[in-house]
């Protein structure tokens, strides 16, 4: 009834009163806790100490938190009525917002994915393994999908995803269990079967003497990287009146939407490439994109970008029957190998003269640098001479030697066929 009257008198009063009121409740009505939870008044002794309804000791009031009962036991956290609704999972009474986040009874951490009952942190961006790092996959469902059309060549810009750890590789006989923990490892081997190839594209514009190659020049999916992803080009040589050792006329051609396209040529009257000779492609300059590289009737290599032009053309060399790519001296910048010498893949420049012998690199003593194998012989990564065979013949042809033999028939102009196997 004090109490009562202390805070209608409050009510009616101004801020003496409530003063007055607030001094009425600490000081003349103290509360205790008794052993069930609930609190009573208790009355201030003489000396203005309080006594208990036992005359124990008074103690302060506790005030109970929203996860604690009036009984001092913790209730247990309740998931909200909504969250399947919102596409949560409940998981120990929270709302697990995501299914991706979902892992088992734990719920991964905000930017958190479950890879195979595991959570994991999603990595870079990436539209296959090759662009993570060791021991990744591309998960695509973390990303965008495939998109048609566009302004690029192929018609199509690729599906999309994250770098996640590479999954567990089950033991033989273990369950991988549903969700997966673990992926089983299979193997098909395709029944033999016979080759019959049919054509199925077909260049007829000139006379070919030599094998095309086929490598990736130009970005066809427009996801800023050319590799092989984007649609590959045919590269070759033609030659005209049956001359197959002058006049050269580089092709690319590429197949985009069922039809051949013509993506550029290259002649040159002054110094023509040699149309009998061998190309090489690959990337030789360090920049992201492959080059094609090609000997002219001079003596010199011609380097050219994906798109036609001219990278650098080398100083006279000697013979260039046979070019290749490959990196010597293994640094991670390819040199370009051809009969008579050793060039720099970014500048064309001449590191090393070889003896004139058609060249490809090798490990020949197994101690982990390549070497140049030739017919009768061969060099290591600095020209030195490792071994020779004694052996004679074309092989062996001076560096300055030319041939001399009469042009063979050039053969029917199926430049550049295409086979379907089936």
């Known amino acids: 009834m004090l109490l009562c009257w202390g805070l209608a008198a409050s009510a009616a009063c101004g801020d003496d009163a409530r003063e007055s009121a607030t001094e009425s409740l600490t000081s003349s009505s103290p509360t205790t806790t008794v052993t069930d939870g609930s609190t009573v008044p208790t009355e201030a002794g003489s000396d ?16 109970t938190s929203d996860s604690e009962s009036t009984d001092g036991t913790t209730a247990e956290p309740v998931c909200p009525a909504d969250c399947a609704d919102q596409g949560g999972t409940c998981i120990g009474g929270e709302c697990c917002p995501t299914e ?3 892992c088992g009874d734990v719920c991964c951490p905000e930017g958190g994915f479950c890879s195979f009952n595991t959570c994991v942190t999603p990595g870079d961006t990436c539209i296959d393994a090759s662009e993570c790092a060791d021991e990744e996959y591309c998960e695509y469902s973390l990303g965008e999908p495939e998109m048609m059309g566009g302004m690029c060549q192929g018609g199509v810009t690729p599906a999309t995803g994250k770098c996640l750890p590479a999954p567990p ?35 007829d514009k000139g006379d070919v003497m030599m094998t095309p190659i086929v490598v990736q020049l130009d970005d066809d999916n427009c996801d800023l990287i050319v590799d092989e992803r984007d649609i590959p080009e045919i ?25 051949i396209v013509e993506k550029w040529t290259y002649f040159d009257a002054v110094d023509p490439i040699a149309p009998g000779r061998e190309l090489a492609g690959g990337d030789i300059d360090g920049v992201p994109g492959n080059e094609v590289v090609a000997a002219t009737t001079t003596g010199k290599i011609v380097a050219f970008r994906g798109d036609g032009t001219i990278l650098w053309t080398s100083p006279v060399q000697g013979s260039g029957v046979f070019v290749s790519i490959t990196d010597l001296d293994q640094d991670g910048a390819p040199e370009v190998l051809t009969p008579s010498a050793v060039l720099d893949g970014k500048t064309g420049a001449i590191e090393t003269a070889l003896g004139g012998h058609i060249n490809t690199a090798a490990d020949l003593d197994g101690d982990g640098q390549l070497d140049i194998v030739h017919a009768t012989g061969a060099y290591n990564a600095a020209g030195g001479v490792m071994a020779t065979t004694g052996l004679e013949g074309r092989g062996a042809r001076s560096p300055t030697s030319t041939s001399t033999a009469r042009p063979r028939s050039p053969p029917s102009p199926t430049a550049a066929t295409c086979w379907r196997t089936t």
């Open 235 to 259: 590269v070759f040589s033609t030659f005209d009146n049956g001359d197959y050792n002058n006049n050269g006329t580089i092709h690319v051609i590429s197949i985009v939407g069922g039809q």
């Open 48 to 63: 203005g100490s309080t006594g208990t309804a036992g005359d124990s000791q008074a103690t302060s009031t506790t005030q």
């Open 169 to 203: 590789v089950c033991l033989d006989g273990q369950d991988p269990g549903d969700p997966p923990t673990c992926l089983t490892t299979c193997e098909y081997k395709p029944p033999p079967g016979a080759f019959t190839p049919v054509v199925k594209y077909h260049w």
């Open 100 to 102: 991706d986040r979902t």
